[in-house]
């Protein structure tokens, strides 16, 4: 019996050797892919388009800009707004105001109810896409309460003021949003701070009443102090942006021992020639906006 375990031992030993051998997996390169972050606004500050080439998988570069392609945006009344690359970098950029034929006027780009048309010529190639942009909801008041030390998880959280807030979905419709939290002006961009809602919770049964709380309790993903400035801002993206970026999220923390298969996200921008084999990716998004910030006192 002493002797089978010493075999069995010798056994799993060389099992255990064999796992530690490196395979070599040859790659074939790929074309780079068109890239496209846009996410438009009725804010009044510039609006911007980011256009970059996607890089190999396994490779340890970043990715290049998309320079020298011509943007343009179309609503639904025929008004046009062009993005020019002013510093060469793959950020396309429209200033606001826009003039309009008359000089006397002037009016933005981002209007609440309006339908876009993107439309981007790049290498010969063009891609276009559609948004609506979404109405969104004031906060009706944001506040802050003092919350001592404590422990989550293996996490030693200090104390520190958490942010409250009131705010209601507009109802009788199916609405999405985005809360994006700031301190001192600083967003909030790592992958779990994504605070998403549909309608006023996580579901289509939830229209037209209080935020719930855990959306209300994401706002902070971490304590403030006092003399800091919290902003948080409601963006109403539409429901697929909503699903566009769950999927997002699920792939940005996909990960651990029951990771599931990584999966390509999805894309609302087409290629107009059916018979290109020139792909695109990324999405295009008209949001409205609602933004209130305040200081954190003692």
């Known amino acids: 019996m002493k002797r089978l375990q010493i075999i069995l031992l010798f056994v799993f030993a060389i099992v255990l050797q064999s796992c530690e051998d490196v395979v070599q997996v040859d790659i074939a390169g790929s074309r780079p892919t068109l890239c496209v972050d846009a996410f438009i606004t009725n804010d009044t500050l510039p609006q911007k388009i980011k256009l970059t080439l996607t890089a190999p998988y396994l490779g340890n570069i970043s990715a290049n800009a998309a320079t020298g392609a011509k943007i343009t945006m179309t609503d639904i009344a025929e008004r046009v707004f062009e993005f020019t690359d002013p510093d060469n970098d793959g950020v396309y950029i429209c200033n606001q105001p826009v003039r309009t034929s008359d000089p006397r006027t002037w009016f933005p780009i981002g209007v609440p109810g309006n339908f876009y048309r993107l439309e981007i010529n790049y290498a010969n190639e063009t891609y276009e896409s559609f948004a609506k942009m979404d109405s969104v909801p004031p906060i009706d008041s944001l506040g802050y309460e003092f919350e001592e030390q404590d422990i989550r998880g293996n996490d030693t959280i200090k104390s520190g003021y958490e942010l409250t807030m009131v705010a209601r979905d507009i109802p009788g419709q199916n609405n999405a949003y ?63 942006t909503y699903v566009f970026l769950n999927i997002a999220q699920n792939q940005m923390t996909n990960g651990g021992l029951f990771a599931s298969p990584v999966v390509n996200c999805p894309t609302n921008i087409i290629n107009k020639n059916a018979k290109s084999k020139a792909q695109v990716v990324g999405w295009f998004c008209a949001a409205s906006i609602y933004r209130k910030s305040i200081k954190i006192k003692n």
């Open 178 to 240: 985005w809360f994006k939290s700031y301190r001192n002006g600083v967003l909030f961009n790592k992958p779990n701070d994504l605070n998403l809602a549909l309608n006023a919770a996580y579901s289509e049964g939830s229209d037209g009443v209080q935020f719930i709380a855990p959306i209300i309790f994401n706002l902070s993903p971490e304590r403030f102090q006092p003399g800091e400035v919290a902003t948080v801002e409601i963006h109403s993206i539409g429901v697929p």
